[in-house]
């Protein structure tokens, strides 16, 4: 079996950033300034300058870097993609990813994150905080039946 190297890592995250349009650099940045800027309330911006959100995000993302993000302003969705076979999903990084969903979804947005597999296919996962208990990534089909689920518990 051929070694994965630093060298593939980097091709497959040049392919998803030509591919899905992305980016690679200061993704804490661009989305603070992305809220910022989708808000038209000018009393909400005076209270949330784009240097505040920064430094709150920060504080829950720490140091965690996607290998590519993109920020889809119209439909409020920040995508993340990680190349899972060179630094896969461990419990710590699904734990911030976790907290991260939680922070965008507190801003109004969603975090889609995108796993890419060594060939370069995407496979898009559900982060699920489990409340008290770790962090879960789901494939669509789990992630839809926990839903159903929840919502046949607990109800809309």
């Not at 070694?3 to 995250?13: D, E, P």
């Not at 920060?58 to 060179?86: M, Q, T």
Request: hydrophobic share 40%; aromatic share 10%.
């Amino acid at each position: 079996m051929r070694t994965f190297t630093q060298t593939h890592h980097n091709r497959l995250i040049a392919k998803i950033c030509e591919r899905h349009v992305a980016r690679t650099d200061r993704w804490i940045h661009h989305f603070a300034e992305a809220v910022w800027k989708r808000n038209s309330n000018a009393a909400w911006k005076a209270n949330w300058p784009v240097q505040k959100i920064k430094q709150i995000v920060r504080e829950v993302a720490g140091n965690r870097v996607p290998d590519a993000f993109k920020i889809d302003s119209e439909n409020k969705h920040l995508w993340f993609w990680e190349v899972e076979v060179s630094h896969p999903i461990d419990q710590p990084k699904a734990n911030v990813l976790a907290q991260i969903a939680i922070e965008v979804d507190d801003w109004g947005w969603e975090l889609k994150l995108v796993t890419v597999d060594r060939y370069g296919n995407d496979n898009e996962v559900f982060v699920i905080d489990g409340v008290g208990s770790p962090a879960r990534l789901l494939n669509r089909r789990d992630y839809e039946h926990i839903m159903v689920e929840r919502e046949r518990q607990y109800g809309a």
